[in-house]
Every structure is written in C-alpha cells, then in structure tokens.
T-cell receptor, first 110, second 114 residues
Framework: QKEVEQDPGPLSVPEGAIVSLNCTYS??????FMWYRQYSRKGPELLMY????GNKEDGRFTAQVDKSSKYISLFIRDSQPSDSATYLC??????????FGRGTSLIVHP | DAGVTQSPTHLIKTRGQQVTLRCSPK?????VSWYQQALGQGPQFIFQ???????QRGNFPDRFSGHQFPNYSSELNVNALLLGDSALYLC?????????????FGPGTRLLVL
C-alpha cells in the first residue's frame, strides 16, 4: 500500500461546478497537509497548507482534513477553465519532506 | 521577488552520459530539495541540502549526487544515465526550521535520456 493514494482521473466537469478532489494516507504520524496545483510542463504551485483537522478556506478553495479517517479533500467552488491542471496532495510527518500523491488531472470545460 | 529558478529547461542525453542540473532558491531561503517526477506520477524526493551538506536522502542510488554552494544555490548530478532517468527534475526551496513554512518549487528541468 502506498503512503498516499490519489485517483489520477481525469476528472472532467463543466464550468461553474463544485469540484471535489481527495487523497487517503496510511501513516497516522502525518501532521502537515498540502495541496499543489501543477499546470502542464510546469512545477507544482502551493495552493493550501494546513496542519490540523477541519476546514481551511482561501477564496474559491477549501481544504478539509479528517485525521481520524486519514482522508483529505480539496473543494473548488465555481470552477473555471483556468483551474484545469493536475492537483497533487502532499503530506508531511514533520521532516519537512512531503510525500506526494500521484496527482488528479482536472479538466474544466466551458 | 524572484522565485525558484532552474536551468536548463530541457536537456537531451544518451545512456551512460552524465548531467548537471542547477537551481537557485527563492530569495531568503536556505534549504534546497530535489525531486524526480516521472510522467503521470507525483514528485519523488531525491535529497535535501542545508548549510552545504546533504541533510536527508530519499531512495535513490549513488549515481545521484548534489552540491550546495555558499549562496544557497544547488546542483544535481546524475552519472551513468539510464533510460529510466528520463523525468522532470524539480528543485524546491524552503527556510530551515520553520514548521509553518513549506516548499516552493521551480519550473523544473525536463531530462530525456535516449
């Protein structure tokens, strides 16, 4: 079992839809949770960073962490074509070396 | 404020050759990490440099080596290239010791080994 599991997709949604992206992890020692966005042929860009269970909101993005279930989510409201990218979850146990999921490809069509 | 920069952007090599990739960290950052990202996969940690020394290392062979300079910039060297080394190589910088800091990535160097 991989430490971080993420469905590669692709996930295709119409513009304006609410998008839900998810990861599961196996190591309960993980304490820091991140979501990165990666456009094609570019480096990952940090979107959200949290270290506790619950929700964190930033504009159209909401990160949710459920440590009891070892499950993290990223919600995107009012999705736009410019949100089309690969979304990577990353989880860190305190070593400042995150373990990444393989990424979910999101396509938002007009 | 310049972010993380990497050079070159693309590189083509043949099996058995050696390659050197370069990274300049974000202004104010002192720690550099290198990752390998194969197509369709998430980044895999290679190693991390702080104070010019390798601080942590992932599950990569000794063919992968690195260096950090006094100005915090870094190089990744790969010897005896294999076809499987073809990937996007990412550099990420951070500030050591800050629990609320995370890593900022450069655009990557895309390496193709023929």
């Amino acid at each position: 079992q991989k430490e971080v599991e993420q469905d590669p997709g692709p996930l295709s949604v119409p513009e304006g839809a609410i998008v839900s992206l998810n990861c599961t992890y196996s190591n309960s020692a993980f304490q820091y949770f991140m979501w990165y966005r990666q456009y094609s042929r570019k480096g990952p860009e940090l979107l959200m960073y949290t270290y506790s269970s619950g929700n964190k909101e930033d504009g159209r993005f909401t990160a949710q962490v459920d440590k009891s279930s070892k499950y993290i989510s990223l919600f995107i409201r009012d999705s736009q074509p410019s949100d089309s990218a690969t979304y990577l979850c990353a989880i860190d146990g305190g070593s400042y070396i995150p373990t990444f999921g393989r990424g979910t490809s999101l396509i938002v069509h007009p | 404020d310049a972010g993380v920069t990497q050079s070159p952007t693309h590189l083509i090599k043949t099996r058995g050759q050696q390659v050197t990739l370069r990274c300049s960290p974000k202004s104010g950052h002192d720690t550099v990490s290198w990752y390998q990202q194969a197509l369709g996969q998430g980044p895999q940690f290679i190693f991390q440099y702080y104070e010019e020394e390798e601080r942590q290392r992932g599950n990569f062979p000794d063919r992968f080596s690195g260096h950090q300079f006094p100005n915090y910039s870094s190089e990744l060297n790969v010897n005896a290239l294999l076809l499987g080394d073809s990937a996007l190589y990412l550099c990420a910088s951070s500030l050591a010791g800050r629990a609320d800091e995370t890593q900022y990535f450069g655009p990557g160097t895309r390496l193709l080994v023929l």
